[in-house]
């Protein structure tokens, strides 16, 4: 079975910092590929980070100089450090992963975390 857990959402004032943490536990293959996504009510989720087991990164283009995103592959922990933190990083950020089992991916959604950043 497969097991996602999120945590190290909170409220912050503009310009503090959080660090995410989302934690995949299975025991029938390796998470290859696994990012952050975010939703704020009335808005469509929009992928905020992304990292592959090799290391490769992707960012969206607002959080690029503010956000890093890595995974400790040992226990398929992937972090989100948010720094500068804007009132437009508000949102629920969800943890996406994809486990690949000889070749074929499944994917696995963490239940979200919210994120408040006050002015």
């Known amino acids: 079975q497969v097991q996602v857990v999120e945590s190290g959402g909170g409220s912050v004032q503009a310009g503090g910092s959080l660090r995410l943490s989302c934690t995949v536990s299975n025991s029938f293959g390796n998470v290859a590929y696994m990012a952050w996504y975010r939703q704020a009510p009335g808005n469509e989720r929009e992928l905020v980070a992304s990292?592959?087991?090799?290391?490769?990164?992707n960012y969206v283009d607002s959080v690029k100089a503010r956000f890093t995103i890595s995974m400790d592959n040992a226990k398929w922990t992937m972090y989100l450090h948010m720094n500068t933190l804007e009132p437009e990083d508000t949102g629920v950020y969800y943890c996406?992963?994809?486990?690949?089992?000889?070749?074929?991916?499944?994917?696995?959604w963490g239940q979200g975390t919210q994120v408040t950043v006050s002015s």
């Open positions: 996406y992963s994809q486990v690949d089992v000889r070749g074929t991916r499944y994917n696995y």
């Open positions: 990292i592959t087991s090799g290391g490769s990164t």
